[in-house]
């Protein structure tokens, strides 16, 4: 079982780049998540759908875009890279429903912004 | 709103200690509680989780019990190994209504031999 994949796991970019973080879902979970983790800050969600072409903003959503044309993919695009985010970044899914609500998270994406 | 708090880390034992790390909800109905950990390098996954007042949640060694008079869901261990060694979070999430996920900060657990 796939589960959820992210890529890249390392990215470097210079500042001003575009960048885009992809993840993908094989478990046609209806929610997925972006969330980005930095020290003394813990999680914070950027985006989030409830199921394809539904997005929504979170806690900390300036400076990205996502995007949900099939229920098994959220990128996310950096549309203009700076040092601030610089982070690691951690896509996630759930089906959303039923007892429980567990979230599963991918392995993260690791990046600097120079 | 729904909020998490944690004890803040990092907690520093050895091993064969005994570990409880608290974890205190502000929720609105009746939200599922869990424990997630994450180990250097890698993603959140799922260590325990409880659906309703009183459950408690087991996996590994760890528990957790639901506890809603007390708004606590504390995750404890009888003795930890190195191995345990991560960063822990404490998360709920509300049956019934949204389901996006309020976590808390983490707690980092540190185990020497």
């Known amino acids: 079982d796939a589960g959820i994949t992210q890529s890249p796991r390392y990215k470097i970019t210079e500042t001003g780049r575009q960048v885009t973080l992809m993840c993908h879902q094989t478990?046609?979970?209806?929610?997925m998540f972006w969330y980005r983790q930095d020290l003394g800050h813990g999680l914070r969600l950027i985006y989030y759908?409830?199921?394809?072409?539904?997005?929504d903003k979170g806690e900390v959503p300036d400076g990205y875009v996502v995007s949900r044309s099939k229920t098994e993919n959220f990128p996310l695009t950096l549309e203009s890279a700076t040092r601030s985010q610089t982070s690691v970044y951690f896509c996630a899914s759930s089906a959303g429903q039923g007892t429980g609500n567990t979230i599963y998270f991918g392995e993260g994406s690791w990046l600097t912004v120079v | 709103g729904n909020s998490v708090t944690q004890m803040e880390g990092p907690v520093t034992l050895s091993e064969e200690a005994f570990l409880t790390i608290n974890c205190t909800y502000t929720?609105?109905?009746?939200?599922?509680l869990f424990w997630y950990v994450q180990y250097p390098g890698e993603g959140l996954q799922l260590l325990l989780k409880a659906t309703k007042a009183d459950d408690k949640g087991s996996n590994k060694g760890f528990e957790a019990t639901y506890r809603k008079e007390t708004t606590s869901f504390h995750l404890e261990k009888g003795s930890v190994q190195v191995s345990d060694s991560a960063v822990y979070f404490c998360a709920l999430s509300w049956r019934g209504g949204s389901y996006i996920p309020t976590f808390g900060r983490g707690t980092s657990l540190i185990v020497h031999p």
């Open positions: 759908s409830a199921a394809a072409d539904i997005t």
């Open positions: 478990w046609s979970h209806s929610y």
């Open positions: 929720a609105t109905g009746y939200p599922s």
